[in-house]
């Protein structure tokens, strides 16, 4: 199994990138500070649940569609 704090970065980084969000437009419209959405980028930092409600909705998505891309990231069944 990979691990899911890389993963689930590897996701925000990808979604951020396909809504041509920086990560100070993105860490705005998430009402969080820019170094915290580099450190998810980059799995360095693993998110709550609020955090994960938060960026879906500055993403444009929702929680369990993130999820779902997390396990089949990580190939959790």
Same mark, same amino acid.
């Given at each position: 199994? /990979?691990?899911?704090?890389?993963? #689930?970065? /590897?996701?925000?980084a %990808?979604?951020?990138?396909?809504? *041509? $969000?920086? *990560?100070?437009? +993105?860490?705005?419209?998430?009402?969080?500070?820019?170094?915290?959405?580099? *450190?998810?980028?980059? %799995?360095? /930092?693993?998110?709550?649940?609020?955090? +994960? #409600?938060?960026?879906?909705?500055? $993403?444009?998505?929702?929680?369990?569609?993130?999820? /779902? *891309?997390?396990?089949?990231e990580? %190939?959790?069944?």
């Amino acid at each position: 199994m /990979k691990n899911p704090t890389a993963a #689930f970065g /590897k996701i925000i980084a %990808g979604l951020r990138r396909t809504a *041509q $969000l920086s *990560q100070e437009e +993105l860490a705005e419209r998430a009402s969080i500070h820019r170094t915290y959405v580099s *450190q998810i980028d980059r %799995g360095l /930092k693993s998110p709550t649940i609020v955090m +994960l #409600f938060r960026l879906a909705r500055a $993403l444009d998505t929702t929680p369990s569609r993130i999820m /779902k *891309q997390l396990e089949a990231e990580i %190939g959790a069944s």
